[in-house]
């Protein structure tokens, strides 16, 4: 028999499991496989389909449909369908049919590094090293808020520089910053710039 090495991760979103994943994969020359992306996968297939997240057949369907070597992370990574992996992750079938192609993975020389929620506990229980990669919850959200704070940044960028109707403020528009303001609050301040107009115009 061909030996292999795997190296099984797992832990909570967040905990930076992935980027030590791949980190690891490319220091010891395995394979890598991201098994959150297999869960996505069957996700996807539904939303795209416009079916429920619990039919189970449709669910299976998808999930012996599931390419290990055509997952697009891009496409994948979208917060949406992430909710929706966590969803058709409960249906005991479709973790069966996942993890069967999971294992098979595992086993191809020279081995990998996979990572998920249950890799050393059900995927790989004879992995040669297991990691569990946690973070507090403060800490994982502290980092989610970074991403996001990016994710806005680079939104605006796109807005503000493209050349056919960028964003931007009209030279007579009035300025509302709502950074130190609720949603009453603005509102209410939206209406003090309207009457003003308003009354100026009737007095006029
Ligand atoms: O890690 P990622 O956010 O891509 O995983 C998406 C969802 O897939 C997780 O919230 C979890 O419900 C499910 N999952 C799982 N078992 C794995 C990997 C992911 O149940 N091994």
């Known amino acids: 028999m061909t030996h292999t090495f795997t190296i099984a991760i797992d832990g909570p979103a967040g905990a930076g499991k992935g980027t030590l994943a791949r980190r690891l994969a490319d220091h010891y020359r395995l394979n890598l496989l991201d098994t959150g992306l297999t869960y996505r996968a069957v996700a996807h297939k539904l939303l795209q389909l416009g079916l429920p997240l619990d039919n189970v057949s449709a669910a299976e369907t998808a999930a012996?449909?599931?390419?290990?070597?055509?997952?697009?992370?891009?496409?994948?990574?979208?917060?949406?369908?992430?909710?929706?992996?966590?969803?058709v992750a409960v249906i005991p079938t479709v973790r069966r049919i996942l993890v069967e192609k999971q294992r098979d993975f595992a086993k191809t020389p020279p081995g990998a590094v996979l990572d998920g929620r249950d890799i050393g506990t059900v995927v790989c229980p004879d992995a040669d090293i297991?990691?569990?990669?946690?973070?507090?919850?403060?800490?994982?959200?502290?980092r989610r808020l970074a991403e996001i704070l990016a994710d806005i940044e680079r939104r605006d960028e796109r807005d503000m520089g493209r050349a056919d109707s960028p964003l931007k403020p009209a030279v007579d528009a009035h300025l509302l910053d709502t950074s130190e303001m609720a949603i009453e609050a603005a509102f209410l301040a939206a209406m003090a710039i309207i009457d003003d107009v308003l009354a100026k115009r009737s007095g006029a």
Do not use: I, P
């Open 130 to 142: 297991k990691l569990y990669v946690t973070a507090s919850a403060e800490v994982r959200a502290r």
């Open 64 to 87: 012996r449909q599931v390419d290990l070597s055509k997952l697009d992370r891009a496409v994948l990574s979208a917060h949406a369908v992430g909710e929706a992996a966590s969803k």
